[in-house]
């Protein structure tokens, strides 16, 4: 029997699957289309056609492959970077009571409201005159400098969380403080680091402006701003375009694949 | 073990007691480099007359005159005005709806298949979700034409990025994730968050499950809600990414927007000035909405950290 209740539990999974088939459809038809011929693009539009062609992701690859390496250098670079750089903040300021630290806090807290959009040009000017464009250290310094800030933050709420003990017992039993930061602190702040890791990555991968100002060589573009090279003019392979777009999109979500738990939590944990 | 003693002092002693400060140095050489050197100079910059090669000529209120007086920029403001209040009460409707509806299974097992269905489309690059959006809106075998006159409604089919009239509502609904992934998550654990009794007092009362999203549900997550507005509108004032890769900011100036302006100044015409000057209105534009919210944030009677 249909009863009332039926359809109050029937309700959402209706309305949640469509929700999921518009989110989720512009990209199925990307990939779909990433396998097609252009005939075939015209003969099936809205679904696959089999058998699939490869031939566009061939076409494509070294293209693609160039700006794939390139982001991973840069991204990778830069998370290095970040990781460093918050822990070592976000320890210092979880950690330890000092003199200004509260006024340094702030001070590092108030440039979450300075948008990139206002030190583009000082940013471009500092980075030109220091003679980095065009250099993988163009997009990592700065990148770094954007994503520590939040870091540093993150970092810094999670030391406070952790029993100061732990610190006392380890200098206690004879550890210097250096000891205590690689062998406990580092241990334990890995959960909190996974969090800084997956907001840097997002923001290092996703980021168009700055790399379309500081690269002008277009063989060292990273994969955001190298992915509007694929366009054509006027004739355009949708086939060869959308297989760019989906290579260039792959190792994020094969990295995020793994993680997505974790994601999920790290992301509720803020 | 040895301690230091108040006479000898080994040089860990004083490692110890300057630690933070050598942990906080690269950091702050850093932030100071490519922060806070950049930020103070785009204010001074904002007052002079500077190709970014000869030496800047100060200039004073200048280059603000002459952005008050550009009908490109100002109907770039305008712009942004109504592109971020389509943007705000879409991207919250959709995620707040998807949130609610996830947040009515019990099963824990079931809310995460749904989470992990919306917040996988969040690391597709940007840039991507743009083009392909490109492709949607693309007059001759876009999706959204296609479809239109497929189902016989081909009058409705249109140039959308390509006239006035509809070219900054299409860029507003750019988006794939219809429902944000980002915004979902953090509503859906607020929701989780709700105490128990809260919700159970409600039942008691008998409230239907529209009455509790009014009158529990929405106050309870005041404070989520308020935050994910603050970045869709602080996102939104610096909007620049539908330009750069749809638009260019037309046709005409019906897509422009100040971030867009502030990269062809600086990075066509080569008028630094004039584009710190457009990024420091901007900032302020953010500083003045931040502080209302702020504000509203603390009026409220119930609070849900973030």
Partial sequence: ?270 | MTTATATGRRPSYYINRYLPWILLAPVMIHLIVFRYIPTFSAFYYSLTNWNGIKAAKFVGLRNYTDLFTDYVFLDGLRNMVIYTSIRVVLLIGFAFLAAELVFSFKSASVRTFWKIVFVIPLVVPVSVVYLLWGFIFEPQSGLLNTLLNSVGLGAYANQWLGTSATALYSIAFVQFPFVAGLSFLVFISALEGIPGDVLDACKVEGCGRFRRVWSVDVPMLRGSLIFIAVLIVLGGIQTIEPQLILTRGGPGTATESPGFYVYRAAFQYSDFGLAAAAGVIMVFVGLVFSFYTVRARYKGAYDVDL
């Fill in chain 1, 1 to 270: 029997m249909l009863t009332s209740s039926r359809i109050r539990l029937a309700f959402p999974v209706i309305v949640l699957s469509l929700l999921a088939v518009i989110t989720w459809y512009p990209l199925v038809f990307m990939f779909s289309t990433s396998f097609k011929t252009r005939t075939q693009f015209f003969a099936n539009y809205w679904w696959f056609s089999w058998p699939l062609d490869l031939d566009n992701y061939v076409q494509v690859w070294p293209k693609v492959s160039l700006a794939i390496l390139n982001s991973l250098q840069y991204s990778g670079g830069t998370l290095i970077l970040v990781l460093l750089l918050s822990l070592l903040g976000g320890y210092a300021f979880g950690r330890f009571n000092f003199r200004g630290k509260n006024f340094l806090f702030l001070a590092i807290l108030s440039l979450l409201m300075v948008p990139g959009i206002l030190t583009i040009v000082p940013l471009f000017v500092q980075v030109r005159n220091m003679g980095l464009l065009n250099n993988p250290f163009a997009l990592i310094l700065p990148w770094t400098a954007f994503e520590i800030v939040f870091g540093i933050y993150l970092m810094r709420l999670f030391f406070e969380r952790l029993p100061k003990e732990l610190f006392y017992a380890a200098r206690i039993e004879g550890a210097s403080e250096l000891q205590v930061l690689l062998h406990v602190a580092l241990p334990l702040a890995l959960p909190g680091l996974g969090s800084v890791a997956i907001l840097d990555l997002l923001f290092t991968w996703n980021d168009l402006i700055w790399p379309i100002v500081a690269i002008s060589d277009q063989t060292k573009l990273p994969v955001t701003p190298a992915a509007l090279n694929f366009r054509g003019n006027n004739v355009v392979d949708y086939g060869q375009v959308f297989a760019a777009y989906v290579s260039i999109s792959l190792p994020l979500i094969v990295i995020f694949s793994f993680f997505v738990r974790k994601f999920v939590r790290g992301i509720e944990g803020i």
